[in-house]
């Protein structure tokens, strides 16, 4: 994450009523405007001020090293795209309701993670790629629920 003020921002900057600059950091290719308060917790705040938290469905074979292979390569690929798993929890093997890769059956493991919203399409395309993989499913938990 990237974070400064923008140059174009700098001519335009406007003081508070205690008398703190305002500044604008490019956060995202997006600009946000932010009072000083928050400025002085810098990349941790705005880091977690992104994270939303998502749990993740994700189907495997049933053979053992094709599983451990997808499952090792989901990781990563979260891993790469900045995702905190906070936990992973294994199903078991069931059926499926329909034929998926000529697969009857898969390993179905969950996980919980906080993860940036706008890295899914970017993850759903490496998952796509992903051999060991039969289907995944993002579901975004609500801040109810999450606590």
């Known amino acids: 994450m990237i974070l400064f003020i923008h140059k174009e921002e700098q001519n335009r900057k406007s003081h508070s009523p205690a008398g703190f600059v305002l500044q604008s950091e490019i956060v995202d290719k997006r600009i946000v405007s932010l009072p000083p308060e928050i400025l002085l917790y810098g990349r941790q705040f705005i880091k977690e001020i992104l994270m939303k938290k ?25 891993a790469k795209f900045g995702a905190e798993i906070e936990e992973e929890k294994a199903f078991g093997d069931r059926d499926l309701t329909y034929q998926i890769n000529k697969q009857k059956k898969g390993r179905f493991v969950l996980y919980t993670m906080k993860l940036n919203p706008s890295k899914i399409v970017e993850i759903g395309k490496d998952f796509k790629i992903n051999m060991n993989l039969l289907k995944y499913q993002f579901v975004k938990l609500d801040e109810k629920e999450s606590k």
């Open 54 to 78: 998502y749990e993740l469905m994700t189907i495997y074979p049933l053979d053992d090293e094709k599983s451990k292979k997808g499952a090792d390569d989901v990781k990563s690929t979260l």
